[in-house]
């Protein structure tokens, strides 16, 4: 996975740690929150995203994703395929 994804944060056995980890990507990056999107499909991941200051973006598209509580949350725009996303 490393030569394909140069950085991964995952999830942690105490509980949502989404912001910690977006953060910690920020800080590799040396990026400002408002230039950076997160991708999500659960309606936490938009909150996190928000809660951070990145773009928040809905991937509505797998099978156990809900399009309208996505959509709740306001994300920037929600993807119902990937090739809609792309």
Do not use: C, H, N
């Not at 105490?14 to 977006?22: S, T, Y």
């Not at 909150?47 to 973006?57: D, H, K, S, W």
């Amino acid at each position: 996975m490393q030569t394909q994804f140069p950085l991964v944060e995952t999830g942690s056995a105490e509980g949502a740690a989404k912001p910690v980890g977006i953060r910690r990507v920020l800080a590799r990056w040396s990026a400002p929150p408002e230039r950076v999107a997160y991708v999500g499909d659960a309606p936490y991941d938009v909150q996190a995203a928000r809660e951070v200051g990145v773009i928040p973006l809905a991937a509505a598209w797998a099978s156990t994703a809900d399009p309208d509580a996505l959509r709740a949350r306001a994300p920037l725009a929600t993807f119902r395929s990937v090739e809609r996303f792309l």
